[in-house]
C-alpha cells in the first residue's frame, strides 16, 4: 500500500505539527484579532487600519456551545461513501475574545462534552482527494 | 413630528410546496392587497420588491418582475434584497419616499419558490465566501448555528428539551386557525420529542422547512388614508439596524466572532438592538405590546426572541413559556400566526407576511386566532450576513 499525502484543505487558515494553531491577523494599529485572516481592511469601526501581522491564535480555549449532526449536509461538504454523523463546537479564546468553530476532533462522544470544558486544537484529516488526505482543524477536549 | 405610515391592504400567498412560479404567488398576494386597500393597480406610484435569490434574473429583479406583471404602469421600482429582512427593507424603503413626500401609496411584495431540503449555498468552487467555505471544511449548517444556541440556553437557563418541543406544539396550534399556513396539524409533546434529531438538541420538528408563499402590503401616508376616510393600523417603527462592533454572538454563515479584545463588547447583542432601535422609534416599549411575531427558524431560538425583544430578562424565558404567558389567551402571545413552524420560511415574504399578521391582529380580523383587544404589535427576524428587522405597528 502506497502512503497516501496529506495536505491542508485550504492554504494558510491553519499550522500542522504536534502543536497546531490557527492563523489569524492582527491590526498593526489598534491590535484587534481577525480570523480567518482580515488583511485588506480593520473592521474596528474606530480604526482605518490596513496593515495587519499575522499571528497564531491561542491554541486552548472553553467550550462556547456544541452540537451534533446526525445528517449528511449538502454540498460543498464532501462526505465520502458513508456519512458518519459528526460534532461542532464554538470555542472561546480567552486572550483573543472571541469565539470561533470548528468540528471536534473524531472518537470524542458528544455526550462527554459540557459547556466551559477546556479544548485545544489538533489537525485531523476531513476528506479526501485521490491519493490526497486534506485536513483541517478540530476541537480536542484537554486530557485532564 | 410623527414619523407615522398608515398600512391600507395586505394580502398573501398561502404558504406550501405548490411548484409554480413566484410571481404567481406574487401576484395573487398583489391582487389581495389592492382588494384590502381598495385600490386598482394603477392608482400605485412605485412597487417596492423584495428580491429572491433562487429564482434567476426574474428574482434578482423582483420589483420590475411584479411591476410586468401585473402590466406596465409607469410606476417606479425598487428592489432589495436583505436575507430574511429583505421584505423590511422593502418597507422601510417605500416608507422613506412617503415620508419625503416623494410618493403617496406604495405596493410593498416578496415571493419564493424553494428548492427541497437544507438552504445550500450558491454552487461553484467559491473559496472567498464564507457561506460556502463553512459548508466545505466544517459542513455548517443553518441548523448548526440554532443548535449551539439551543444548547448554550440548556447549560446556561436550564432549558430543556421538552421546554423547545413545547414552542412547537405552541406554535402548531396557533397555526389551525390560519388559513395561510403550511400546516394545519396539531402536534403532541410526544410527536415532537419523537422527531429524528438533526442538529443536537434539535429535532426534525423543531426546525424550520422552506416554503412557496408571497406576501403584500399596501401603505400610504397618513393624509392619502385619511382621503379615502379609513382609520388604519399604523407603522410606527421599522427597524434596520446592522450589528455594533464586535459582535460577540457567533452569527450565520460565520467561522468565528469579532474580537472584544481591543474592544469592548457592546451592551445589547444585535438582536436585543434591533428591538431596541424599533422601540426607540416607535416611542413604545415592550410593556405596551399585545402581541409578537418572531423568527423560530428554531422551537429554541424563540425563547432567544422574547429576551431579545424584552419581554423578560435573561434567562426568563422558559418561565414565560412554561406559565403559558406566550400561548394565546396568555399576557403577551407570540407568534399567533403559528410562526415558521407552521409556515416554513419562504424568505423575501417572510418579514411581510409578519407584517400582515400585526394587521389582521390589530384590525380583529384574525378569526380563531384573535388576540383580544390587541393595540400594537412587535416584528422581529434575523438573518444572514448582519441582516435583522423589527416593525412595529398600533392601531
Ligand atoms: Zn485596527
Redesign the interface.
Given at each position: 500500500m502506497t502512503q497516501k499525502s496529506v495536505a491542508p484543505?485550504?492554504e494558510g487558515w491553519f499550522t500542522t505539527g504536534d502543536t497546531p494553531h490557527l492563523i489569524g491577523t492582527q491590526?498593526k494599529i489598534?491590535?484587534?484579532?481577525?480570523?480567518?485572516k482580515q488583511d485588506l481592511f480593520c473592521?474596528?469601526?474606530?480604526c482605518r487600519g490596513t496593515e495587519f501581522d499575522e499571528v497564531e491564535l491561542s491554541r486552548t480555549g472553553k467550550i462556547?456551545?456544541?452540537?451534533?449532526?446526525?445528517?449528511q449536509?449538502?454540498?460543498?461538504?464532501?462526505?465520502g461513501d458513508d456519512f458518519e454523523p459528526?460534532t461542532?463546537a464554538?470555542v472561546e479564546l480567552d486572550?483573543?475574545?472571541?469565539?470561533?468553530?470548528?468540528?471536534v476532533a473524531k472518537g470524542v462522544a458528544?455526550a462527554d462534552l459540557?459547556?466551559?470544558q477546556e479544548v485545544e486544537l489538533v489537525v485531523e484529516t476531513?476528506y479526501e482527494e485521490g491519493e490526497t488526505e486534506k485536513t483541517?482543524w478540530k476541537w480536542k477536549p484537554v486530557a485532564s | 413630528m410623527a414619523k407615522e405610515v398608515a398600512v391600507l391592504g395586505v394580502g398573501m400567498h398561502p404558504w406550501g410546496k405548490w411548484g409554480k412560479n413566484f410571481v404567481e404567488y406574487g401576484i395573487k398576494a398583489c391582487n389581495d392587497a389592492l382588494d384590502d386597500a381598495g385600490l386598482e393597480w394603477n392608482d400605485i406610484e412605485v412597487v417596492a420588491g423584495a428580491e429572491t435569490v433562487r429564482n434567476g434574473y426574474a428574482g434578482y429583479v423582483a420589483g420590475a418582475t411584479f411591476a410586468e406583471a401585473l402590466g406596465w404602469s409607469g410606476a417606479r421600482v425598487s428592489t432589495s434584497y436583505a436575507a430574511c429582512a429583505s421584505g423590511s427593507q422593502a418597507i422601510n424603503n417605500a416608507r422613506a419616499m412617503i415620508l419625503a413626500d416623494m410618493a403617496d401609496v406604495i405596493l410593498v411584495v416578496g415571493a419564493d419558490t424553494t428548492p427541497k431540503g437544507f438552504l445550500a449555498p450558491n454552487a461553484g468552487e467559491r473559496w472567498a465566501d464564507p457561506d460556502w467555505l463553512r459548508f466545505r471544511l466544517m459542513g455548517c449548517t443553518n441548523p448548526t448555528y440554532f443548535a449551539l444556541y439551543a444548547r448554550r440556553r440548556m447549560d446556561l437557563y436550564g432549558a430543556t428539551e421538552e421546554d423547545f418541543a413545547a414552542v412547537k406544539v405552541k406554535n402548531a396550534r396557533h397555526g389551525m386557525a390560519n388559513p395561510n399556513a403550511r400546516y394545519h396539524k396539531e402536534f403532541t409533546m410526544e410527536q415532537v420529542l419523537a422527531s429524528p434529531m438533526v442538529a443536537d438538541p434539535l429535532r426534525l420538528f423543531e426546525i424550520c422547512a422552506t416554503s412557496d408563499g408571497a406576501a403584500a402590503v399596501v401603505i400610504s401616508s397618513m393624509e392619502f388614508a385619511r382621503k379615502h376616510n379609513v382609520d388604519p393600523v399604523k407603522i410606527r417603527a421599522v427597524s434596520t439596524v446592522t450589528p455594533t462592533y464586535p459582535q460577540t454572538t457567533i452569527d450565520m454563515p460565520y467561522f468565528s466572532t469579532d474580537s472584544a479584545a481591543t474592544v469592548d463588547a457592546p451592551a445589547l447583542t444585535f438582536k436585543d438592538s434591533i428591538a431596541q432601535a424599533a422601540y426607540e422609534e416607535a416611542g413604545l416599549g415592550p410593556e405596551d405590546m399585545s402581541l409578537a411575531e418572531v423568527y423560530d427558524l428554531s422551537s429554541a431560538l424563540e425563547l432567544d426572541w422574547y429576551e431579545n425583544i424584552g419581554l423578560c430578562p435573561k434567562g426568563d424565558a422558559e418561565k414565560l413559556l412554561r406559565d403559558g404567558s406566550t400561548q394565546l389567551g396568555g399576557r403577551i402571545p407570540v407568534n399567533p400566526s403559528g410562526g415558521l413552524a407552521s409556515f416554513g420560511e419562504a424568505v423575501p415574504a417572510q418579514a411581510l407576511a409578519q407584517v400582515c399578521e400585526l394587521t389582521w391582529q390589530l384590525r380583529g380580523q384574525a378569526g380563531d386566532r384573535q388576540v383580544e383587544g390587541a393595540k400594537a404589535g412587535i416584528t422581529a427576524n434575523v438573518g444572514l450576513f448582519g441582516h435583522g428587522s423589527s416593525v412595529i405597528c398600533s392601531v
Open positions: 484543505s485550504i491590526c489598534c491590535r484587534t484579532y481577525f480570523f480567518p473592521k474596528n469601526p474606530g462556547w456551545s456544541y452540537t451534533e449532526h446526525y445528517y449536509p449538502p454540498e460543498p461538504y464532501i462526505s459528526y461542532i464554538a486572550k483573543e475574545k472571541m469565539v470561533i468553530l470548528g468540528q458528544h459540557t459547556t466551559g476531513l483541517v | -
